[in-house]
């Protein structure tokens, strides 16, 4: 058995996103909305790259700050991404 969503949005997170995200290679949405997130968003969470079968990327109203990885935008499954109101 594979995750396939992760969604915890509201839910209180602190700190930065665990690096193991980005090598969970059947996940297709990932909310992490609305969380008190920061930092950096690390590269280690598109891992896969290209062959993300991620389709849904919510980061919103967190606090991420700086640019964004290179491989996100070689992500060509991703349909959905908001990074909407970050820092």
């Not at 598109?46 to 606090?63: V, Y």
Request: net charge negative; charged share 10%.
């Amino acid at each position: 058995n594979r995750v396939v969503e992760i969604n915890l949005p509201s839910n209180g997170l602190t700190l930065t996103i665990p690096n193991a995200i980005g090598q969970m290679d059947a996940l297709r949405k990932l909310d992490l909305s609305g969380n008190g997130l920061s930092g950096a968003i690390q590269e280690s969470l598109f891992a896969l790259g290209a062959n993300s079968a991620l389709l849904e990327l919510n980061l919103s109203n967190n606090a991420f700050i700086g640019g964004l990885p290179f491989v996100l935008g070689e992500m060509s499954n991703l349909q959905v991404l908001d990074l909407s109101n970050n820092a």
